[in-house]
């Protein structure tokens, strides 16, 4: 059991169990903070969560894709593992009864387990004796689900500040950039119209569609259609106003975020709650000519990951450890709390990483990606292995079916190294390690290449 070397109590808590406070948005990539640098937005209250922790600067999800993620989170496995690899209907059945959930865990650990807000997971909410979460609220997708989080939020820490709590604040912001898109009303804020192109956000460095890409990834564009895809059509002038549109939705859910927050300490239990923040995915955010997710891309397959807690406790810090969301979240806050961690779970526990920085947990990360029309598979697979300063893309169509960059002199991934001959060895190596890397983990992905 690790637990943080200081003690964990509150005026209103006496026990030496954290509360956990998981806060996810949605379609959120990595450097959508003011605190990671972007000028182009003002992000108060994750400034303050990566003030008062760790901000690991190269986490990942396991997919670029709603259900794959949350189900990766909620479960501890990736999305090859439980088979979740589209988007899913909440429906009963599908999940396995032997495959433990997030809420359940922690129930069984002696926890109140609470989720608000967007939900998108194969499981319907009123089976609480799946997935454990005795809380659940404002799951249903309705017009400004995003502004009651905090209000349900409220209410949960409120009558369960005497005891050990699980809480997850699910936001659906920025998704809403996915209808600003396609010109649709926005579901869960009003935004005013976009400035001129001029007195929006520059262009990205990484901006237009690099040379020797996958063909494959631009030809599912045009299978799926414009509804999912309307930036085929943009210009440079409306990807300018797509990133002023989508940093503004940053800014929205980054209020109801503090709100989250404020009911910590309203309630007494601030000094005695460390928050994970986090995004199922991230977003294209014009990189590459790209909106939406599902390319492994850096833009929307890198997400925020902070660790926290806002006593001061956790000296404040940046990490570029190797992380990913769906399969670190669940051992981090067992290995914080003294839960029991299902055994099956291969992902890290960060929580050895706040209080011995200088260990080395993990040095090359598999994360993977099914591109599909919302429901429906496209049979369009890939896998990224990413180490320290390179990264492998496959996919398992098409001519050209492989992507090489080094990070560490182009984090734009602009020049495809896989067709370089100068790098055919360090391609084979990367080749080599997927290869042995989906024997040992059971994933049939390179077997069917």
């Known amino acids: 059991m690790t637990l943080l070397n200081v003690p964990f109590t509150s005026s209103a808590q006496t026990t030496a169990k954290p509360n956990i406070l998981i806060i996810m948005t949605d379609q959120q990539t990595a450097d959508a903070m003011s605190i990671a640098g972007n000028k182009d937005l003002h992000t108060p209250a994750m400034d303050r969560l990566a003030k008062n922790g760790v901000r690991f600067t190269r986490a990942y999800c396991a997919q670029p894709l709603c259900s794959p993620s949350r189900t990766s989170l909620m479960s501890g496995k990736m999305p090859y593992e439980t088979g979740f690899i589209g988007n899913s209907p909440e429906k009963d059945g599908q999940w396995p009864e032997d495959l433990l959930m997030m809420g359940k865990i922690f129930q069984n650990g002696g926890y109140k387990t609470g989720y608000v807000g ?119 002038e409306k990807w300018r106003q797509y990133r002023w549109a989508y940093n503004r939705l940053i800014e929205k859910v980054d209020v109801y975020i503090e709100m989250v927050m404020a009911s910590l300490k309203k309630y007494g239990v601030e000094k005695n709650t460390l928050i994970i923040f986090t995004a199922d995915h991230g977003d294209g955010y014009a990189g590459h000519s790209w909106n939406q997710k599902q390319i492994l891309y850096e833009e929307a ?149």
């Not at 119209?193 to 929006?200: E, G, K, L, M, T």
């Open 118 to 236: 967007k939900w998108h997971l194969p499981v319907p909410t009123t089976k609480k004796s799946q997935h454990g979460f005795e809380f659940i609220e404002n799951t249903n997708f309705l017009d400004y689900n995003d502004a009651a989080t905090p209000s349900f939020c409220a209410r949960f820490i409120k009558e369960n500040k005497d005891i050990p709590f699980l809480l997850v604040a699910s936001f659906l912001n920025p998704h809403d950039i996915c209808e600003w898109a396609r010109d649709e009303d926005l579901k869960m804020d009003v935004l005013k119209d976009a400035p001129p192109p001029d007195q929006c956000p520059a262009l990205p460095a990484n901006w237009e569609i690099p040379l020797n890409e996958p063909k494959i990834v631009r030809d599912q564009q045009k299978t799926v259609g414009l509804r999912t895809y309307p930036s085929v059509n943009y210009t440079p």
């Open 301 to 449: 397959a890198k997400i925020p990951f902070i660790i926290s807690k806002l006593d001061g406790s956790i000296p404040a810090r940046t990490d570029d450890m190797l992380v990913c969301n769906g399969i670190d979240l669940i051992p981090t806050i067992c290995g914080f709390t003294g839960v029991k961690k299902p055994e099956a779970l291969k992902g890290i526990d960060l929580s050895k990483k706040i209080t011995n920085p200088s260990q080395i947990l993990r040095d090359t990360l598999v994360i993977e990606t099914d591109f599909a029309d919302n429901e429906d598979l496209l049979g369009i697979s890939g896998r990224s292995v990413i180490t320290k300063d390179f990264k492998y893309i496959v996919y398992n169509k098409g001519v050209i079916k492989e992507q090489l960059f080094d990070l560490s002199k182009d984090p734009g991934e602009i020049t495809n190294l896989a067709v370089d001959k100068t790098y055919k060895k360090k391609l084979i190596s990367m080749r080599n390690y997927l290869k042995k890397w989906c024997k040992t983990n059971g994933d049939n992905f390179t077997a069917e290449l």
